[in-house]
């Protein structure tokens, strides 16, 4: 008795994960911020980390940084890394850029010393642990200012801290108006001592 087609069309996919020698295409994963600033001058690490399914070695791994400019220029190497780290001989990153990974942690990450202006842009990390070659890329925007910008927590510390500063201070000058009125009220009873009897019997 022969299987209905619609049967034999679906155990084909099946079978070939079933196989022998079928494979399994893995995809290595990689971590970034998604967005870094940096104070014009300053140093700052592009943090970059990976995982892979198959065992790192530094023979085995590969990393590439390349930069994408704001204005949608040509994508520019920021760095190299192949057993040994490759830094920039020319161009805009020359003699800024310095490996500051660790490929057993599986850390590619990177340093951009005395960052400038023109840094401004999109940065690309990219890592691949053959035979583990499949994968996205990990992004940083990078953007360099001439003074670091407050946060939102920053903001909000610093209004939670100014309005606990002027009720301290409103606190402060009510108990030092009601020490005033009581050393005026002390000082007048010393002074009239017959009025003070008087006001307490009235009272």
């Given amino acids: 008795m022969s299987y209905p087609m619609y049967r034999i069309w679906l155990l084909l996919p ?15 994963e990689i971590y970034t911020p998604r967005e870094v600033e940096a104070v014009n001058g300053t140093d700052v690490k592009l943090k970059c980390t990976f995982s892979s399914t198959h065992p790192v070695s530094l ?13 949608s220029g040509a994508d520019e190497s920021v760095f190299y890394y192949q057993e040994v780290p490759f830094p920039p001989s020319a161009g805009r990153f020359q003699g800024h850029a310095v490996w500051s990974g660790d490929i057993m942690k599986q850390d590619s990450s990177i340093t951009l010393q005395q960052v400038q202006p023109n840094f401004n842009g999109t940065y690309v990390c990219q890592v691949r642990n053959r035979p583990d070659v499949h994968g996205s890329n990990g992004e940083i925007i990078l953007r360099v200012v ?22 301290l201070i409103l606190l402060a ?4 108006v009601r020490v005033c009125k009581r050393k005026r009220m002390e000082n007048s009873i010393e002074m009239h001592p017959s009025k003070g009897l008087k006001d307490h019997n009235v009272l």
């Fill in 59 to 71: 023979q085995s791994v590969i990393v590439s940084w390349n930069f994408r400019p704001i204005d």
């Fill in 14 to 28: 099946l079978g070939g994960f079933l196989l022998p020698g079928a494979r399994h295409v893995s995809a290595i």
């Fill in 173 to 176: 000058i009510f108990v030092a």
């Fill in 146 to 167: 001439n003074k670091v910008s407050l946060s939102e927590i920053g903001i909000l510390a610093a209004t939670v801290g100014g309005a606990c500063g002027v009720v």
